[in-house]
C-alpha cells in the first residue's frame, strides 16, 4: 500500500531515517564495469536473491475578547486575544613523525535520526559517491569484504574494491554527466507521521489583520499520470562505488526504457517480464558481477510516494544546468563571488524541496550560499605549526568536527580525528597488493603529494553508513582537503562578516529576482526541458499566494504603572531612559576587577561606572559604587586569585573587565563564577567600553543602559512584561549544544517561566548526555524539578503548561513525537498525581527555507501564515515575529506535537508572539520564544566555555545573559 520503500536491510524507509528535503543528484554512473549478458544457474539465481518483509505502517478558558489598553501596572485577567475559534482537541602512540606525536582520539557525538514524512536515500547503500579509490582507507579501517569471486579473507581497504572508503552520507555525486539515465537519489518516503490532533476542526487562526503574502514556492501543474514500477537492486559482491552501480544499470538501458535510479531503488515506466531480473557483468579487474532487479511494488503517482519519484526528476534537471554537486545541493561555481583578502570564496546555489502541502505539491526553491576557502588544511596546518606553542593541540582543535572539501572529486568530509601516526608514506592494502597512500593518489588522480610527513585526517562513517558496506574510517590528506565555512575568529572580524553580509543577505526583491531566474532557467534550458517532458512534469512559473495575518501589536508594560504599544518594527529601545523597570533588584554590594591599568585604562573604566550608574538612575533603579580590584597581571591565574578575593566579600555580582577577548580567560572567569563561587557575573571587553574616536562618554550611554538592565535580569528583576492572559501557567523552553571539548557530550539547557502575572523569576537547568534516550531521560527529570520548583515558591502547581522545544533536527522529529513527549508526561503524572493540567509541546524550528513577501518587501513583525504552504498532516503554522534591517527576514516554524491546552489556534499563535517579547537582551521582538533563546544562551555557555553543570544555587536567576 505504499507505506514505505524498502531499504536494503528489509526495513521500511521510515525505519531507515530520513530528512526533510528530498534531493536527489541528477547523473549517470562513472564505474569501470561494462555489462555482459551471461545466463545465470538456477543455484546462482536462488542464492542471489534476498527476502524483503515490509514495515508496519507506522474545558474552554475565559480568554475575552480585547481588552483596554492601558497603562496600569499589573497585567489584565483578560488580555487582547481576539475573538475565540474554533477549538482544537487535545492531544595507540608511534615513532614521532616532524609533525608530532600521535594526538589523542576523539569521538564525534552520535546523532539519533529517525523516520518523518520526508526523503533520503536506502538504508544500506545510501552515500555512494566516487569510486572509492579516492579516498582510501588504512588497514586498519577496513571490514569484511562481500563475498566474491576475487575476495577471499578479510578486506584490506582496496580502494577499488567493495565496502571501502568514500564520502560520507551528505556528500554524494561524481559530476558525471547527467543526460546518460542513472541518477543518484536522496530522497525516499516513508509513512507521513500524522501529528495534528483527529478532533481537530481547523488550525486556521482567526486574530490579525489579513495581509496577501508571495511565498517562495511553485506549484506542480502536471506531474506523470501513470503507475511507476518499483524495483530493488542488488549487486554481488555488493558494490559501493556509486559510479560503477550506475554504469551497470545504465548499460541495461535498452532493456529497461526510462527509469530512474537512486543507487538502491529502480523506477521504470514499463514493468519487466520477470519478478526477478538478474544478469552477469565484469568490472574493470575482470570479475564478475551479478545484478539482480527485483519488483518490489507499483507507485501510484496518487499516493504520496511519488513526491520521491518526483523530487528525483527535478534534481535530475538541475544536474543539466551547469550546476557544480557540493555536498548534497546544487551550486553554481561560474557565479562563484571571490574575496581575496579572506581568502574566501562564495558560491551561489539552490536549495530544492518538493512535498504535499495543504491542496497541492508544491516545490519550495531557496537560494543559498557555499562559502569556501581557497586555503588547504595543509596551509592551515603550517599556520598552527609556525605561531603556535603546542602545534598538535592548536591544529586539532581547528580542524575536529571542520567540514573539509576534496576538490578532485568535490565531495566534503566532516573530520573526526588527526592521526599523527600516519603520513601518506603510510600503506593500505589494495587489490594489487600494498600501495601508500601518495602512490596511490598518482596513480589513480595525477596528483603528486609534496609533504610526506604531513599527518592523515580521519573521517568516522555513522553507523547506517558502516552497515551498507562503508569502512569505518576514511583516510585524507591535508594537502588535498579545503577548509569550508568560517572559524570563530573570522566570525569574531566584524570587517570580514560585514563583506559576506553583503552578498549573503539579500534584499527581498533581489532575492524574489533569483528565484524567478531559477524557474526560467529550469524551464528554458533545453535538456531540462526535455526530461520534464519525458515524465510529463510541468512547474507553475507563478508565485504561490498566500493570506496571512499581522497579530495586534503587543502592549510592552514597566514599572509604575508605565506601558507602550510597540512600533511597526516590535522595538521599544527609544522608550527605556525614562522609565521604570518592571521588577527592579538594586544592586548595592559588587566587585569590579580591572585589567592592569595603563595611564589611559584607568579613566575609561572610570567613565564607563559613571554611565553606568547615569542610565541606571533614568530607569529608577541603583547600582551603587563597586569595590574594585586592580590587577598587577595580566594572565588567567592572576583573574582566578582576583575571584576568589572577590567572592569573599560576599558581592551581589562581580564585574570583570578584560583587555581583549581571549576566550580562555573568559572561561576561566565563568567558570569559577558558576560552578565554584556561584555568583552572578558580569564579563565586558576594554573595546566596548571605549568611546569611538572623536566621541565622549556620553556616547555609551546605549551601553550602559543594557549593561544596567543584564545586571537587573542577574540578580533576579525584570525589565518589562506583556500581559499575560491566564494565571498558574509555566512555559518552559529547551535548546541543545555540543560540547566543543569533548565530542561525544552535548548539553541540554531547560529554562522555565514561574507564572510571569505574580512572579518574574526563571528556574533554569543543564545536564550532559551522550544520546538521544540520555538527553530525553534528563529532560524529563529537569521537567520534574521546574515544576516542583513551581510549586516550592507558590504552594500550588502550574494549571498550564507550554513547552517550546527548540533544536531539533527534522529527522528527530518522529522520535521527539513517539518517546519524549511521552517520557516528560510521564514525569509530569509522577508530580501531579492524578491533578489535572494542561499541557503543550510545540517543535520550533528556525533553519527552514520558506520566506514570504508582502509585495517586494519582508512582511511586518507579528505575520501568521496558517494555510496553503503548511502541512496537511500537522498542527502547524508559521511566525514572523522579529524585524531586519538588512536582507530577508526568515519565518519560524511551530509544529504542534501535543496539545492539550483547548486553546484556539488564533490564541496559540497570539501567545507564541507575546513570547517572542520577553527576552532581555534585547528591546524587541526574537525570531523564537524569549525560552527558547534562554535556553540556548545557557547550553552554549556551558557546552562552549564551563563544560560542566552550573552550581544549582544559580538556578533560579537568568545569570546566563
Given at each position: 500500500?505504499?507505506?514505505?520503500?524498502?531499504?536494503?536491510?528489509?526495513?521500511?524507509?521510515?525505519?531507515?531515517?530520513?530528512?526533510?528535503?528530498?534531493?536527489?543528484?541528477?547523473?549517470?554512473?562513472?564505474?569501470?564495469?561494462?555489462?555482459?549478458?551471461?545466463?545465470?544457474?538456477?543455484?546462482?539465481?536462488?542464492?542471489?536473491?534476498?527476502?524483503?518483509?515490509?514495515?508496519?505502517?507506522?474545558?474552554?478558558?475565559?480568554?475575552?475578547?480585547?481588552?483596554?489598553?492601558?497603562?496600569?501596572?499589573?497585567?489584565?485577567?483578560?488580555?487582547?486575544?481576539?475573538?475565540?475559534?474554533?477549538?482544537?482537541?487535545?492531544?595507540?602512540?608511534?615513532?614521532?613523525?616532524?609533525?608530532?606525536?600521535?594526538?589523542?582520539?576523539?569521538?564525534?557525538?552520535?546523532?539519533?535520526?529517525?523516520?518523518?514524512?520526508?526523503?533520503?536515500?536506502?538504508?544500506?547503500?545510501?552515500?555512494?559517491?566516487?569510486?572509492?579509490?579516492?579516498?582510501?582507507?588504512?588497514?586498519?579501517?577496513?571490514?569484511?569484504?562481500?563475498?566474491?569471486?576475487?575476495?577471499?579473507?578479510?578486506?584490506?581497504?582496496?580502494?577499488?574494491?567493495?565496502?571501502?572508503?568514500?564520502?560520507?552520507?551528505?556528500?554524494?555525486?561524481?559530476?558525471?554527466?547527467?543526460?546518460?539515465?542513472?541518477?543518484?537519489?536522496?530522497?525516499?518516503?516513508?509513512?507521513?507521521?500524522?501529528?495534528?490532533?483527529?478532533?481537530?476542526?481547523?488550525?486556521?487562526?482567526?486574530?490579525?489583520?489579513?495581509?496577501?503574502?508571495?511565498?517562495?514556492?511553485?506549484?506542480?501543474?502536471?506531474?506523470?499520470?501513470?503507475?511507476?514500477?518499483?524495483?530493488?537492486?542488488?549487486?554481488?559482491?555488493?558494490?559501493?562505488?556509486?559510479?560503477?552501480?550506475?554504469?551497470?544499470?545504465?548499460?541495461?538501458?535498452?532493456?529497461?526504457?526510462g527509469y530512474l535510479f537512486d543507487g538502491t531503488m529502480l523506477f521504470l515506466t514499463v514493468k519487466l517480464r520477470d519478478e526477478v531480473t538478474q544478469f552477469m557483468s565484469k568490472d574493470k579487474e575482470e570479475n564478475p558481477i551479478q545484478?539482480?532487479?527485483?519488483?518490489?511494488?507499483?507507485?501510484?503517482?496518487?499516493?504520496?510516494?511519488?513526491?520521491?519519484?518526483?523530487?528525483?526528476?527535478?534534481?535530475?534537471?538541475?544536474?543539466?544546468?551547469?550546476?557544480?554537486?557540493?555536498?548534497?545541493?546544487?551550486?553554481?561555481?561560474?557565479?562563484?563571488?571571490?574575496?581575496?583578502?579572506?581568502?574566501?570564496?562564495?558560491?551561489?546555489?539552490?536549495?530544492?524541496?518538493?512535498?504535499?502541502?495543504?491542496?497541492?505539491?508544491?516545490?519550495?526553491?531557496?537560494?543559498?550560499?557555499?562559502?569556501?576557502?581557497?586555503?588547504?588544511?595543509?596551509?592551515?596546518?603550517?599556520?598552527?605549526?609556525?605561531?603556535?606553542?603546542?602545534?598538535?593541540?592548536?591544529?586539532?582543535?581547528?580542524?575536529?568536527?571542520?567540514?573539509?572539501?576534496?576538490?578532485?572529486?568535490?565531495?566534503?568530509?566532516?573530520?573526526?580525528?588527526?592521526?599523527?601516526?600516519?603520513?601518506?608514506?603510510?600503506?593500505?592494502?589494495?587489490?594489487?597488493?600494498?600501495?601508500?597512500?601518495?602512490?596511490?593518489?598518482?596513480?589513480?588522480?595525477?596528483?603528486?603529494?609534496?609533504?610526506?610527513?604531513?599527518?592523515?585526517?580521519?573521517?568516522?562513517?555513522?553507523?547506517?553508513?558502516?552497515?551498507?558496506?562503508?569502512?569505518?574510517?576514511?583516510?585524507?590528506?591535508?594537502?588535498?582537503?579545503?577548509?569550508?565555512?568560517?572559524?570563530?575568529?573570522?566570525?569574531?572580524?566584524?570587517?570580514?562578516?560585514?563583506?559576506?553580509?553583503?552578498?549573503?543577505?539579500?534584499?527581498?526583491?533581489?532575492?524574489?529576482?533569483?528565484?524567478?531566474?531559477?524557474?526560467?532557467?529550469?524551464?528554458?534550458?533545453?535538456?531540462?526541458?526535455?526530461?520534464?517532458?519525458?515524465?510529463?512534469?510541468?512547474?507553475?512559473?507563478?508565485?504561490?499566494?498566500?493570506?496571512?495575518?499581522?497579530?495586534?501589536?503587543?502592549t510592552i508594560l514597566f514599572g509604575k504603572g508605565k506601558s507602550v504599544l510597540t512600533n511597526q518594527e516590535a522595538d521599544w529601545s527609544r522608550e527605556f531612559r525614562n522609565i521604570t523597570m518592571y521588577v527592579a533588584q538594586d544592586c548595592?554590594?559588587?566587585?569590579?576587577?580591572?585589567?592592569?591599568?595603563?595611564?589611559?585604562?584607568?579613566?575609561?573604566?572610570?567613565?564607563?561606572?559613571?554611565?553606568?550608574?547615569?542610565?541606571?538612575?533614568?530607569?529608577?533603579?541603583?547600582?551603587?559604587?563597586?569595590?574594585?580590584?586592580?590587577?598587577?597581571?595580566?594572565?588567567?591565574?592572576?583573574?582566578?586569585?582576583?575571584?576568589?578575593?572577590?567572592?569573599?566579600?560576599?558581592?551581589?555580582?562581580?564585574?570583570?573587565?578584560?583587555?581583549?577577548?581571549?576566550?580562555?580567560?573568559?572561561?576561566?572567569?565563568?567558570?569559577?563564577?558558576?560552578?565554584?563561587?556561584?555568583?552572578?557575573?558580569?564579563?565586558?571587553?576594554?573595546?566596548?567600553?571605549?568611546?569611538?574616536?572623536?566621541?565622549?562618554?556620553?556616547?555609551?550611554?546605549?551601553?550602559?543602559?543594557?549593561?544596567?538592565?543584564?545586571?537587573?535580569?542577574?540578580?533576579?528583576?525584570?525589565?518589562?512584561?506583556?500581559?499575560?492572559?491566564?494565571?498558574?501557567?509555566?512555559?518552559?523552553?529547551?535548546?541543545?549544544?555540543?560540547?566543543?571539548?569533548?565530542?561525544?557530550?552535548?548539553?541540554?539547557?531547560?529554562?522555565?517561566?514561574?507564572?510571569?502575572?505574580?512572579?518574574?523569576?526563571?528556574?533554569?537547568?543543564?545536564?550532559?548526555?551522550?544520546?538521544?534516550?540520555?538527553?530525553?531521560?534528563?529532560?524529563?527529570?529537569?521537567?520534574?524539578?521546574?515544576?516542583?520548583?513551581?510549586?516550592?515558591?507558590?504552594?500550588?502547581?502550574?494549571?498550564?503548561?507550554?513547552?517550546?522545544?527548540?533544536?531539533?533536527?527534522?529527522?528527530?522529529?518522529?522520535?521527539?513525537?513517539?518517546?519524549?513527549?511521552?517520557?516528560?508526561?510521564?514525569?509530569?503524572?509522577?508530580?501531579?498525581?492524578?491533578?489535572?493540567?494542561?499541557?503543550?509541546?510545540?517543535?520550533?524550528?528556525?533553519?527552514?527555507?520558506?520566506?514570504?513577501?508582502?509585495?517586494?518587501?519582508?512582511?511586518?513583525?507579528?505575520?501568521?501564515?496558517?494555510?496553503?504552504?503548511?502541512?496537511?498532516?500537522?498542527?502547524?503554522?508559521?511566525?514572523?515575529?522579529?524585524?531586519?534591517?538588512?536582507?530577508?527576514?526568515?519565518?519560524?516554524?511551530?509544529?504542534?506535537?501535543?496539545?492539550?491546552?483547548?486553546?484556539?489556534?488564533?490564541?496559540?499563535?497570539?501567545?507564541?508572539?507575546?513570547?517572542?517579547?520577553?527576552?532581555?537582551?534585547?528591546?524587541?521582538?526574537?525570531?523564537?520564544?524569549?525560552?527558547?533563546?534562554?535556553?540556548?544562551?545557557?547550553?552554549?555557555?556551558?557546552?562552549?566555555?564551563?563544560?560542566?553543570?552550573?552550581?544549582?544555587?544559580?538556578?533560579?536567576?537568568?545569570?546566563?545573559?
Amino acid at each position: 500500500k505504499n507505506k514505505g520503500i524498502m531499504t536494503g536491510r528489509g526495513r521500511s524507509r521510515g525505519q531507515a531515517g530520513q530528512q526533510q528535503q528530498g534531493q536527489t543528484q541528477s547523473r549517470t554512473g562513472g564505474g569501470r564495469g561494462r555489462a555482459q549478458q551471461t545466463p545465470l544457474s538456477p543455484q546462482q539465481q536462488q542464492g542471489s536473491q534476498q527476502s524483503f518483509v515490509p514495515a508496519p505502517a507506522p474545558t474552554v478558558s475565559a480568554w475575552g475578547r480585547p481588552a483596554p489598553q492601558s497603562a496600569a501596572a499589573p497585567p489584565p485577567a483578560q488580555s487582547a486575544w481576539g475573538r475565540p475559534g474554533p477549538q482544537s482537541a487535545a492531544a595507540p602512540p608511534p615513532a614521532q613523525s616532524a609533525w608530532g606525536r600521535p594526538a589523542a582520539q576523539q569521538t564525534s557525538a552520535p546523532v539519533v535520526q529517525v523516520g518523518l514524512p520526508a526523503f533520503r536515500g536506502s538504508g544500506e547503500s545510501r552515500a555512494r559517491g566516487r569510486p572509492i579509490a579516492q579516498q582510501p582507507a588504512g588497514p586498519s579501517q577496513a571490514g569484511p569484504s562481500q563475498a566474491g569471486p576475487s575476495q577471499a579473507g578479510p578486506s584490506q581497504a582496496e580502494p577499488s574494491s567493495p565496502a571501502r572508503a568514500q564520502p560520507s552520507q551528505r556528500e554524494r555525486g561524481n559530476g558525471a554527466p547527467a543526460d546518460r539515465g542513472a541518477i543518484r537519489g536522496r530522497a525516499v518516503i516513508s509513512d507521513i507521521i500524522r501529528t495534528k490532533p483527529e478532533g481537530m476542526l481547523t488550525k486556521i487562526g482567526n486574530v490579525g489583520a489579513p495581509v496577501p503574502l508571495k511565498t517562495n514556492y511553485f506549484r506542480l501543474l502536471k506531474k506523470p499520470n501513470w503507475q511507476i514500477y518499483q524495483y530493488r537492486v542488488d549487486f554481488s559482491p555488493n558494490i559501493v562505488l556509486e559510479g560503477l552501480r550506475n554504469r551497470l544499470i545504465f548499460e541495461q538501458k535498452a532493456t529497461l526504457g526510462g527509469y530512474l535510479f537512486d543507487g538502491t531503488m529502480l523506477f521504470l515506466t514499463v514493468k519487466l517480464r520477470d519478478e526477478v531480473t538478474q544478469f552477469m557483468s565484469k568490472d574493470k579487474e575482470e570479475n564478475p558481477i551479478q545484478t539482480t532487479i527485483k519488483f518490489v511494488g507499483l507507485v501510484s503517482m496518487m499516493t504520496a510516494s511519488s513526491v520521491q519519484i518526483l523530487n528525483l526528476i527535478l534534481r535530475r534537471s538541475m544536474g543539466k544546468l551547469n550546476l557544480q554537486m557540493v555536498g548534497r545541493n546544487f551550486f553554481d561555481s561560474a557565479a562563484k563571488i571571490t574575496l581575496n583578502q579572506y581568502k574566501l570564496q562564495l558560491w551561489p546555489g539552490y536549495l530544492t524541496s518538493i512535498r504535499q502541502h495543504e491542496t497541492d505539491i508544491l516545490l519550495c526553491a531557496e537560494v543559498t550560499t557555499k562559502v569556501m576557502r581557497t586555503e588547504t588544511i595543509h596551509d592551515i596546518m603550517v599556520d598552527c605549526h609556525k605561531n603556535e606553542r603546542n602545534f598538535q593541540t592548536a591544529f586539532t582543535e581547528i580542524v575536529v568536527g571542520m567540514t573539509v572539501l576534496t576538490e578532485f572529486n568535490k565531495k566534503t568530509y566532516k573530520i573526526s580525528e588527526v592521526d599523527y601516526s600516519k603520513n601518506p608514506r603510510s600503506t593500505f592494502m589494495g587489490k594489487n597488493g600494498e600501495i601508500s597512500f601518495a602512490d596511490y593518489y598518482l596513480q589513480k588522480h595525477k596528483l603528486r603529494i609534496k609533504d610526506m610527513n604531513q599527518p592523515l585526517l580521519a573521517s568516522k562513517s555513522s553507523n547506517r553508513k558502516i552497515r551498507g558496506g562503508e569502512p569505518e574510517i576514511i583516510m585524507l590528506i591535508p594537502e588535498l582537503c579545503s577548509a569550508t565555512g568560517l572559524t570563530q575568529k573570522m566570525r569574531n572580524d566584524g570587517k570580514l562578516m560585514a563583506a559576506l553580509a553583503n552578498h549573503t543577505r539579500l534584499a527581498p526583491k533581489v532575492r524574489i529576482e533569483k528565484y524567478i531566474a531559477f524557474n526560467q532557467r529550469l524551464q528554458t534550458t533545453k535538456e531540462s526541458v526535455e526530461n520534464f517532458n519525458e515524465w510529463n512534469f510541468k512547474l507553475d512559473t507563478n508565485f504561490v499566494n498566500v493570506s496571512g495575518r499581522v497579530l495586534p501589536n503587543e502592549t510592552i508594560l514597566f514599572g509604575k504603572g508605565k506601558s507602550v504599544l510597540t512600533n511597526q518594527e516590535a522595538d521599544w529601545s527609544r522608550e527605556f531612559r525614562n522609565i521604570t523597570m518592571y521588577v527592579a533588584q538594586d544592586c548595592n554590594r559588587w566587585v569590579l576587577i580591572a585589567p592592569n591599568t595603563s595611564s589611559y585604562q584607568a579613566p575609561i573604566i572610570k567613565d564607563f561606572l559613571s554611565v553606568l550608574q547615569q542610565a541606571s538612575r533614568g530607569m529608577n533603579y541603583r547600582i551603587g559604587d563597586p569595590q574594585i580590584i586592580n590587577l598587577t597581571e595580566d594572565n588567567g591565574s592572576s583573574y582566578a586569585r582576583a575571584l576568589d578575593q572577590a567572592a569573599s566579600k560576599d558581592p551581589q555580582l562581580i564585574m570583570a573587565i578584560l583587555p581583549n577577548n581571549n576566550s580562555d580567560r573568559y572561561s576561566i572567569i565563568k567558570k569559577k563564577l558558576c560552578d565554584d563561587r556561584a555568583i552572578p557575573s558580569q564579563v565586558m571587553c576594554i573595546k566596548t567600553i571605549t568611546p569611538k574616536p572623536g566621541r565622549d562618554k556620553s556616547s555609551l550611554l546605549t551601553v550602559g543602559t543594557k549593561v544596567a538592565i543584564q545586571i537587573n535580569c542577574k540578580l533576579g528583576g525584570a525589565p518589562w512584561m506583556v500581559q499575560v492572559p491566564v494565571s498558574k501557567l509555566m512555559v518552559v523552553g529547551y535548546d541543545v549544544c555540543h560540547d566543543t571539548k569533548d565530542k561525544s557530550r552535548s548539553y541540554g539547557a531547560l529554562v522555565a517561566t514561574m507564572d510571569m502575572r505574580v512572579a518574574q523569576n526563571y528556574f533554569s537547568a543543564v545536564t550532559h548526555h551522550s544520546n538521544g534516550e540520555e538527553m530525553s531521560n534528563n529532560l524529563a527529570l529537569n521537567m520534574q524539578k521546574a515544576v516542583r520548583t513551581y510549586a516550592a515558591q507558590h504552594k500550588y502547581l502550574p494549571e498550564r503548561i507550554f513547552f517550546y522545544r527548540d533544536g531539533v533536527g527534522e529527522g528527530q522529529t518522529n522520535y521527539v513525537f513517539q518517546h519524549e513527549i511521552q517520557q516528560v508526561r510521564n514525569a509530569l503524572d509522577k508530580v501531579y498525581e492524578g491533578q489535572p493540567y494542561k499541557f503543550i509541546f510545540i517543535v520550533v524550528s528556525k533553519r527552514i527555507n520558506t520566506r514570504f513577501f508582502k509585495g517586494d518587501a519582508n512582511p511586518s513583525p507579528g505575520t501568521v501564515v496558517d494555510d496553503i504552504v503548511t502541512m496537511p498532516e500537522r498542527y502547524d503554522f508559521f511566525l514572523v515575529a522579529q524585524s531586519v534591517r538588512q536582507g530577508t527576514v526568515s519565518p519560524t516554524s511551530y509544529n504542534i506535537l501535543f496539545d492539550g491546552s483547548t486553546l484556539t489556534p488564533g490564541q496559540l499563535q497570539q501567545f507564541t508572539y507575546k513570547m517572542t517579547h520577553l527576552y532581555y537582551n534585547w528591546s524587541g521582538t526574537l525570531a523564537v520564544p524569549s525560552v527558547c533563546q534562554y535556553a540556548h544562551k545557557l547550553a552554549y555557555l556551558v557546552g562552549n566555555y564551563i563544560h560542566r553543570s552550573p552550581s544549582a544555587y544559580l538556578e533560579k536567576k537568568l545569570y546566563f545573559l
